[in-house]
């Protein structure tokens, strides 16, 4: 049973990004949260989308620029990341049993290992 973040990497300032968030050994039928820590700061939420796609939430600092997506015949969610900037630099995790509109990790959270995103000015 795994969750695996992939498609970090180095970006200039105003790049795109995908990432993606694949299960293995289990089905991703959950809530699933996004979330990143720069260094030196404290983990802080994304984004998240709903089980069934029905509903999203975004923090104020990626809205408009990110868009997370779920494909559940793939097992996998997405988080599209557009006009990239350096603050968006850091770890990202996706994690389980996370749901909008607070997007807050439970008890019940499962991580994953994070990628790295850098934003380079």
């Known amino acids: 049973v795994q969750l695996q973040a992939s498609g970090g990497g180095l970006v200039q300032t105003g790049g795109t990004l995908r990432l993606s968030c694949t299960a293995s050994?289990?089905?991703?039928?959950?809530?699933i949260g996004w979330f990143r820590q720069a260094p030196g700061k404290e983990r802080e939420g994304v984004s998240c989308?709903?089980?069934?796609?029905?509903?999203?939430n975004y923090a104020e600092s990626v809205k408009g620029r990110f868009t997370i997506s779920r494909d559940n015949a793939k097992n996998t969610v997405y988080l599209q990341m557009n006009s990239l900037k350096p603050e968006d630099t850091g770890v990202y995790y996706c994690?389980?049993?996370?749901?909008?509109?607070?997007?807050?990790?439970?008890?019940?959270?499962?991580w994953g290992q994070g990628t790295l995103v850098t934003v380079s000015s």
């Open positions: 994690a389980t049993n996370i749901f909008p509109p607070h997007c807050v990790a439970t008890v019940r959270s499962s």
């Open positions: 050994g289990f089905t991703l039928d959950d809530g």
């Open positions: 989308i709903s089980s069934r796609d029905e509903a999203t």
